[in-house]
């Protein structure tokens, strides 16, 4: 399982770009895609998950919308126009990191 | 599969338990959760187990801690918090709008007068500074210590210069001699086509001067401007006032209508601080115009010591071996005079001269500033901002416990304490820049005032004063952050149940003693400057008021020096007398109520020479001037001697001689080889200097006419007399305009200093006043405030409204006797100093203290009464009910 540092650092740039793909997604699905398409190797914790979306809702870059399923509230989160925007730029600059350490560590 | 109503509920439950709060939050975790255990149902476990399973994955007991990480990601926002700050900030001033009024002008009238205090003494620090090797400019002093008085004097030789160039040629850079065409005694006129006009301000000064002075040149070439004889440099202001809008380069003005000189150069109006004061500078070379000197021979000798002399010096450590030096060539090239007169030559820099000079005789080239006043303007300036300050803060901190509800509420809600500090805290900064932002819109109005009271321009340079800004801003900030830090951490660490419950009394305790401290420490500033206002205008009257031993009033004082009038005074004299509007006219070589020139004397009964104070008068001198003659007679038409060798002195010169009987004691000049002279009378002492001055002795002889000739003018005909004056001042000088000054207004003007300081003691003290009375207001009025159930139970007790009264009033009198008895003596100290530079002075009298405790203890009383007897008028049915 990779590291938590790791998932930290990067849990920014899986959200932006999951929702980026989705017309809206709730907590508990971005946690099972995730965990989906990294075959369990990357689990995202509630403790890091949730305060990652209220931060980027904070900034603007997330719209939420609260919906009854089932008897229970679940709140959709959706990427604005600006989150958009930085979504594209994040994942980008995220691809752009990565060449650079794989310069460093592969040397 | 999804869970049913029941089983979520069980959910919630139980995570209820387990310690996470309801919320939004808490909704979005119940959903994940939900997902989660449906996941397992799913697969066929049973719900009990499937959610254990989930619970022991995810770990319910860092919820808290989740919860607590959601809020602060959300909340840390600090536009937001800042708004809300703001928000709650206009709502409160809104809501106590006299309060804040009271906060905002006190302390932006502080502000703005310690800005204007401290403009002027950025002003006085900047003289002379101005020019680019200012650091290194340095000039020539000396003194000499003859019978015990020793005087200090600016000027010097005028072949010092030329001679410490020589010795000192490593050292010493360039070097310039300056002489005031006023050592002649004369007033020079200009002329320009029809413009003629008296000039004061003219200077001869040696090529190299703007080499030093590096004044900026409008037009002409400060490289040469002084380069030939017959050339002078004025300032644009003489520019207009001779040529008007034509430029003056090239063109010619006659000087004292005989000299032809070109203008070479026109440079920028002086700024008010250099004491290189001009408005024209002719070459040394051409100092033969002046009348005085035939040619520049004496430029190398050691004659006559009216010269400044101004050098360079490379390394500041080589001034006292300069200075050294300069005494070995007075004591090679001068040794009796050195001897005779104890001369000592010192090295001054030029940033000393305005502010560390005290100079005899008047004799700089612009009136010196006066270091004491300086620091008497700077504590008053800052006296008044202190007192603005602790109105703000003391109100800030009285208003606060106004605001322990807010407080409570807030922190039930879950604000965290750093939270309410900074909103204090802010808050008071905000309303402190709010301030500082009105302070900076009175400035500009504020500051013409204050530089015509101050007789400087002062302006609001901002990239100038820079750091002086950035002080008072900073200041301000500070005076926001004490303010606000009192609310901020005492009461925002108060228990939420204590605050709402109101346990906290207001008035008891270290909290309202300090207020009381604060209020104290006001008042007694008022009560000073009360006091020294009182102390400075009384003595200003005095100076106007007291006997001069001669009548100032009714006497005209006509220039006639470098006129043709000296050549028939006696006829202009004559014809003045047959007016009916002239009572009695005399010369005189002084204009009377200034600093006076020293001679030397033979006297009886001392073997050595006596250095006394002259003047030089005609006959009806006494007369004219309305003295009183002791012994003796005034100088008289019937004794022929009496022009030749016919001496008064006062009685202050018997007292020196030790006389007894001085009326025909010998005395005379000791220049003189045959001696004949004698006292002929005896005059009552009289002010002939001003009154920072004792009386001197000083001995009145004949002398041509030459300087002045006094006129005593019939009460009531002024106009006629001057009238009169101008008609035989056109008939015997047709070419020069008739001068002329008014004695009582000259000697007047001697004390201009004094008077600016009590104008500014008194602007100052009324608005340490008016700040004082406003913070006193507010307090008292949120005092009453707070008492209102208070006084509302004593009222239903059966009090009466005046004992109230009393009860309020009573601890702000005791504040006032108590601030009283602090202020009183240190008053007195810094007063008494002040009073100290005259040598006529009025003695301190326990009215002034009365007045000041009167003044202020009814101030206080009244603005506390205004405030109580509403409190005390108060309906107990309207106070009690809320309770």
Redesign the interface.
Known sequence: MTSKELIKGTLRVIVLKLLSEHKQM????I??LVKERTDSEIEL???AL??TL??L??EGLLVTK?VV???????YYSLTSAGNKTATGEVQSYFDFVKAMNLVLKY | M????SE?DYIRYDLRTKGLAGG??F??????V???VELRVGEGIAFKKAYEAVIRN?DPA??P??QN??LQ?????AATMLRNILKMMLRNMNKHRFHATINVVGLSLGLTCFMVIALYLRHEQGYDKMFTQSASIYRITASSTVGGTTNHIPTTFPAFGPEIKARFNEDVGHYTRIINYKYSRMVPTFRYNENIFYEEKVIFADSSFFDLFDFPFLTGNPENALGHPNAVVITKKMEEKYFGSESALGKTLRFNNQTDLEVTGVVRDLPSNTHIQFDFVIPLSNIASSGVFKDTKFLEEYNNDWFWTYFTVKDPLKVPIIEAGINKIATDKLPDFQKDFNAKFYVQALHDVHLHSEFDYNTDLAQNGNIRNLYIFISVGILVLVISAINFINLTMATASRRFKEIGISKVLGALKWHLRLQFILESVVVCMIALCFAFLILPLMLPLFSSLLDVSLSLDVRANASLLGGIFLFTILVGILSGAYPAFFISSFEPQRVLKGVWKSGKGGNGDFRKLLVGAQIAISIFLIIGTIVIARQLRFIQDKSLGYDKDQIIMVTIRGTSVPGSYFAFKNNLLSESSIVSVSSVSEPIGREVQFMSFTVEGKEKTQFVKILNVTHDFVKTMGLEIVQGRDFSRDHATDSTSGFIINEAAARAFQWDEPVGKALDHAGRPVKLGSVIGVVKDFNFEPLQKKIDPIIIWFGWPRWYAAVRVEKGKTAEALAAIEREWKRFEPEKPLSFHFLDQSIDQVYSSERRLSKVFMIFSVLSIFTAVLGLYGLVSFIAEQRLAEIGIRKVLGASVSSILYLISKEYVLLVVAAFLLAAPITYLIVDQWLQNFAFRIAWSPLYFLSGLLISGTIVVITVALKAVKAARSNPVDTLKYE
Do not use: M
């Open positions: 709730y907590g508990y699905e946690t099972q914790t509630f403790g949730y305060p209220h931060k809702e904070a609260t399923v089932d008897n229970r509230a679940r709140k | 999804p869970l049913s109503r979520i939004d939050l909704e979005e975790l119940v959903d994940h939900c997902c989660e995810i860092h919820w801690d989740l990480k959601v990601s959300e909340n840390y926002n």
